[in-house]
């Protein structure tokens, strides 16, 4: 059973329709233009890094819609307002992984990424299996290759929070009072309270971060699908350098955030950020067909071929590849 419940905007008449929902343990914000998204134009799927949750994505949702963009939000077990999934200390990529195919499958078209943090790196596992998505944001990314450089950065930073968090084998004590979650997500230049975002932040895990090293990540190479990667030049976490390099592994267009931090949805810049994504959206991702019935056709296509491949063990490429092939014939 599904609850549903519209969310108030402050923006006055003509204002964006927000509503969030929760069935099966798993919250959903949904928000759309006042007048309907535009037609041509997919959904934006929007995925939350370590420790948030759908609420982080409220503003930016708003400021899609005002631009013409659907979107959706979701949090992931034991994150925002879903229920409790598997225990921290066991959650892998893979597990928060499957959340995200979900999502991605009940929606009605193929939709744009938009990925924060870990967020990106659910991302490009995802895009390694399939290249029928429009386009991908991946904003304030984990780095393309590994995470090992950022542990032993955490460690000089917060050497009481990391050792707490190898013992307990989660990520948590690396939100534990507001002074480190300061240092880590914000700056000067945010508009949320290091307080503020301490209280809603969420347990995490710990094998997510050390999951995204060799041997057990690779990053993918000649993707298909178009990338943004915005860089926060004020980023803790990420060093500008690393982040950069990062962008050339994977192929995609950098852009470099003055006095932004990794938190970036809450900085003060951030409606600029946005219409920067909005601009390179209307750039990169093509048009839907005039003929939607169709395009959408080809979708549940796809959705069901690579449902099948899974199965068979074929490569979820190759199957929504013919899939389209057939549903366009």
Request: with cysteine; hydrophobic share 40%; aromatic share 6%.
């Amino acid at each position: 059973m599904a609850l549903r419940a519209s969310l108030p905007i402050s923006r006055g008449p003509g204002a964006p329709e927000l509503d969030r929902s929760l069935a099966a343990g798993i919250e959903r914000v949904r928000c759309r233009p006042a007048g309907g998204a535009v037609e041509a134009r997919p959904p934006v799927l929007l995925v939350h890094g370590m420790w948030h949750g759908a609420w982080c994505w409220r503003e930016w949702q708003i400021q899609l819609a005002e631009r013409g963009w659907e979107s959706h939000a979701f949090s992931l077990p034991g994150h925002g307002g879903s229920a409790p999934g598997r225990h921290p200390r066991w959650a892998t990529q893979g597990y928060y992984l499957r959340f995200l195919r979900s999502e991605v499958e009940r929606l009605e078209r193929p939709p744009v990424l938009l990925g924060h943090s870990l967020g990106a790196a659910l991302i490009l596992r995802l895009l390694k299996e399939r290249s029928d998505l429009p386009a991908a944001v991946l904003a304030a990314p984990v780095l393309a290759r590994e995470m090992t450089s950022v542990i032993l950065d955490r460690f000089r930073d917060d050497f009481t929070g990391s050792l707490a968090c190898f013992l307990t084998g989660t990520a948590t004590p690396c939100i534990r009072n507001a002074a480190v979650v300061r240092r880590m997500f914000l700056n000067g230049e945010s508009a949320m309270a290091p307080e503020q975002l301490r209280q809603r932040l969420s347990p995490e895990s710990l094998l997510v971060l050390l999951q995204h090293n060799p041997p057990f990540w690779r990053p993918p190479r000649r993707l298909r699908t178009p990338l943004l990667w915005l860089t926060p030049a004020a980023d803790a976490l990420m060093r500008l350098d690393a982040s950069l390099r990062s962008a050339r592994v994977v192929g995609a267009q950098a852009v470099i955030l003055p006095g932004t931090a990794h938190d970036l949805m809450f900085d003060r810049r951030s409606p600029e950020t946005l219409e920067r994504i909005h601009r390179w959206l209307l750039a990169h991702v093509p048009a839907q067909p005039r003929n939607r019935k169709n395009s959408e056709s080809v979708w549940a296509s796809a959705k069901i071929a690579a449902a099948r491949s899974t199965s068979s063990g074929r490569s979820p490429a190759k199957s929504r590849d013919s899939a389209g092939s057939s549903a366009r014939s």
